[in-house]
């Protein structure tokens, strides 16, 4: 069964930094995976999708890589602005025995940038 | 282009009352999904129709009924709420690229 683990589970940094959050999957056998974003009370905004096949996507100040040999992506925040607060969910679609139709979420990262 | 949208917003019901929330795209997708999300527990699938005419149990499917009413519409029923029920319903869709994107949510508390 694929699960999905993010660490940190919080973050809080000051405003400018740059910043990595992780992402792990126990199955390799992936179709894609998927980074939103959540701000309190609301829902998912996609950010990035990054397909099997490829290593990294860009977004704006946004990078995130797809390391799927040994099971990992990182989301890279470049010049962090307190805007960026939000909790940040990777999904993997897929894995051996899963389905293309079915996304495993991680927990999140809280992200806090203050001032 | 409204995306994916919901309804209600938020909703309050007493222990064995039933409803139906609802949820339609306007972005021609294919697959459609409902998901609830818990503190702690993170988002977890309900229900998923791959296409229209077709729908499948996802993780947690006990207590919930489905309909996909057609491409633009998937409806989730809970026939006999319970507190257990008590969450955050998020609908979804995907498209042909294979990204999914989300609807606003329906906060939902069983009594």
């Known amino acids: 069964k694929q699960e999905v683990t993010q660490i940190p589970a919080a973050l809080s940094v000051p405003e400018g930094e740059n910043l990595v959050l992780n992402c792990s999957f126990t199955?390799?056998?992936?179709?894609?995976l998927q980074w939103f974003r959540q701000d309190p009370g609301k829902g998912l905004t996609s950010l990035l999708l990054i397909q099997s096949s490829q290593r990294e996507q860009t977004s704006g100040r946004l990078n995130a890589s797809l390391d799927k040999s040994s099971g990992r992506s990182t989301l890279y925040i470049a010049a962090s602005q307190p805007g960026d607060s939000a909790t940040y969910l990777c999904?993997?679609?897929?894995?051996?025995?899963?389905?293309?139709?079915?996304?495993?979420f991680g927990k999140g990262t809280l992200l806090t940038v203050n001032p | 282009n409204a995306g994916v949208t919901q309804t209600p917003k938020f909703q309050v019901l007493k222990t064995g009352q039933s409803m139906t929330l609802q949820c339609a795209q306007d972005m021609n997708h294919n697959s459609m999904y409902w998901y609830r999300q818990d503190p702690g527990m993170g988002l977890r699938l309900i229900y998923y129709s791959a296409s229209e005419g077709t729908t499948d149990k996802g993780e947690v499917p006990n207590g919930y009924n489905v309909s996909r009413l057609n491409k633009r519409e998937f409806s989730l029923r809970l026939e006999s709420a319970a507190p257990s029920q008590t969450s955050v319903y998020f609908c979804?869709?995907?498209?042909?690229?294979?990204?999914?994107?989300f609807g606003p949510g329906t906060r939902l508390t069983v009594t």
């Open positions: 999904a993997v679609r897929g894995g051996s025995g899963g389905s293309n139709y079915k996304l495993t």
């Open positions: 199955d390799s056998a992936i179709y894609n």
């Open positions: 979804a869709s995907r498209d042909l690229s294979r990204e999914q994107y």
